[in-house]
C-alpha cells in the first residue's frame, strides 16, 4: 500500500498523482502526471487543474518553507497550487514582472512571501 514514486522511482508516495512530496513539488514534474490515479484526490491538493489560479505569484524558491507555505494556503482557499509566474528558483524576477504587470487587477490581493 506505498506505491513508488512516478518520477524518481525512490521516494514513497505521499503527494497526488502518485508523486514523492519533493517531486510534486518540483516545477514541471506534476504536469508530466496527469492527475488521472486514486491519489489526485487525496488530502491538501485534492483538485485536479480546474481550480482557479491564485490571485498572485509567489516570489519563494520552490522547496522554501515559504512557498510550502504558499502552496498550503492556496491549497486550503481551492485554487490551483502553482501559478504560472511563482519564481523557479531563488530570485527569480518572474513573479515580480507578471505583478508590475498586473498589479491593478492584483491590488490588495498579492501572496507575494
Ligand atoms: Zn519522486
Request: aromatic share 8%.
Given at each position: 500500500?506505498?506505491?513508488?514514486?512516478?518520477?524518481?522511482?525512490?521516494?514513497?508516495?505521499?503527494?497526488?498523482?502518485?508523486?514523492?512530496?519533493?517531486?510534486?513539488?518540483?516545477?514541471?514534474?506534476?504536469?508530466?502526471?496527469?492527475?488521472?490515479?486514486?491519489?489526485?484526490?487525496?488530502?491538501?491538493?485534492?483538485?485536479?487543474?480546474?481550480?482557479?489560479?491564485?490571485?498572485?505569484?509567489?516570489?519563494?524558491?520552490?522547496?522554501?518553507?515559504?512557498?510550502?507555505?504558499?502552496?498550503?494556503?492556496?491549497?486550503?482557499?481551492?485554487?490551483?497550487?502553482?501559478?504560472?509566474?511563482?519564481?523557479?528558483?531563488?530570485?527569480?524576477?518572474?513573479?515580480l514582472e507578471f505583478l508590475k504587470g498586473?498589479?491593478?487587477?492584483?491590488?490588495g490581493m498579492a501572496c507575494v512571501a
Open positions: 500500500m506505498n506505491p513508488i514514486c512516478r518520477h524518481c522511482s525512490k521516494s514513497k508516495v505521499n503527494r497526488p498523482r502518485g508523486l514523492c512530496w519533493s517531486c510534486y513539488y518540483t516545477p514541471g514534474v506534476k504536469e508530466l502526471f496527469p492527475s488521472t490515479s486514486k491519489y489526485a484526490r487525496r488530502g491538501v491538493g485534492n483538485f485536479t487543474g480546474s481550480a482557479p489560479l491564485p490571485a498572485a505569484p509567489t516570489t519563494a524558491a520552490p522547496g522554501s518553507p515559504e512557498k510550502l507555505a504558499v502552496l498550503e494556503q492556496r491549497a486550503k482557499m481551492k485554487q490551483a497550487i502553482f501559478h504560472p509566474a511563482d519564481a523557479r528558483y531563488e530570485g527569480d524576477p518572474r513573479p498586473h498589479s491593478a487587477a492584483t491590488a
